[in-house]
């Protein structure tokens, strides 16, 4: 298929084109192919920079085209208070598989944020446990926002805990998002106290400690820790992990840069005691939950083909809605 130069799209754009049910089917999907070895495994790269850092992931997937898609991020907590700038910014390149033609270009905040809500919710599909009603959000940017809508499509949550560290963004948190689910969200400053009476906790922080260890949370469990995107950051003590089934979104980079990695650096896991990849229980090839008190940790670290699946998503519905700025880099 000859593509007719590379479509620019922008966060707007983006927004009206990708809804958070869409994404998430997506994301399961991909999940799902990847699960049953019909894609390649994704790659990634990260470089440190003074303040933050950059991440370079990229992976091929078949859909109704053969995609390539490689996502840049910077990602700068201090972003903010300090420049009023977003923490991550990017762009992610989709590329025709087949032939290397580049198809778009696009603004990664979006799909970044809405991707990463989806694969929680996807991970809680198959290892919360159905009767879910109570849970804790712990990091309440924007990122806590879309993990909380993400999983309200699948809970009817009776109670919500909001904690950050800053207290005003938990309090504003709850009054907005209490306002638009129609569900009760309270601040809460003890956030052991909350997770204890929570039966799934999210969190998604640039904590470089950890926020929860083995007696924070009761059996039966479902903790999201997304935070962990390099080795720096930490936000589950390795005694939780050591306690708790363990599904990875992909093993090798968890292994390097999420909670699994403190886990493993601390030498009370090793890489055969996890229990999964989310894409093999998605795929049926490993059971999900199987009982009502195991306590499980889905170590969500952000897996290129959520972006590639998302990203071509995009692409596909802009296409037919001629949405977007056509360019070329040579006539």
């Not at 603004?107 to 009603?133: C, N, P």
């Not at 906790?201 to 640039?206: A, E, G, K, L, M």
Request: aromatic share 6%; glycine share 8%.
């Amino acid at each position: 298929m000859k593509a007719d130069g590379v479509v620019l799209l922008t966060s707007r754009e983006i927004q009206i084109l990708l809804t958070l049910d869409e994404c998430i089917e997506a994301v399961e999907h991909a999940f799902g192919l990847y699960g049953e070895g019909k894609a390649v495994p994704p790659a990634v790269l990260s470089l440190h920079a003074h303040d933050g850092g950059f991440h370079v992931k990229a992976g091929l997937l078949d859909l109704e085209r053969s995609y390539f898609g490689a996502k840049v991020n910077g990602n700068f907590p201090e972003n903010g208070p300090r420049f009023g700038l977003p923490t991550i910014q990017g762009v992610i390149v989709l590329c025709d598989a087949g032939n290397g033609t580049p198809l778009a270009m696009m603004d990664s905040r979006e799909i970044t944020a809405l991707r990463t809500g989806a694969a929680t919710a996807v991970a809680a599909k198959y290892l919360a446990r159905r009767d879910s009603r109570i849970v804790t959000i712990c990091g309440c940017g924007v990122q806590g926002r879309i993990q909380l809508k993400s999983l309200c499509r699948l809970f009817p949550f009776q109670t919500v805990f909001a904690y950050d560290q800053r207290e005003e963004l938990a309090a504003q948190f709850a009054l907005e998002l209490a306002l638009e689910l129609k569900i009760p969200v309270t601040p809460v400053v003890d956030l052991a106290a909350a997770v204890l009476q929570s039966d799934i906790c999210v969190t998604c922080t640039s904590s470089r400690q950890p926020l929860l260890d083995s007696g924070a949370v009761s059996p039966g469990s479902f903790i999201a820790a997304v935070g962990a995107d390099n080795p720096q950051k930490q936000e589950i003590h390795p005694s939780l992990m050591q306690k708790s089934k363990v599904v990875c979104d992909i093993l090798e980079q968890c292994a390097v840069m999420g909670d699994l990695h403190h886990a493993l650096e601390a030498c009370v896991v090793n890489r055969a005691d996890v229990h999964a990849e989310l894409g093999e229980v998605v795929a049926g090839k490993k059971p999900g939950r199987e009982s009502d008190d195991e306590t499980i940790v889905f170590d969500s670290t952000g897996m290129a083909l959520q972006d590639v699946a998302a990203a071509a998503f995009v692409y596909e519905k802009a296409e037919r809605q001629g949405l977007g700025v056509r360019f070329r880099f040579a006539t």
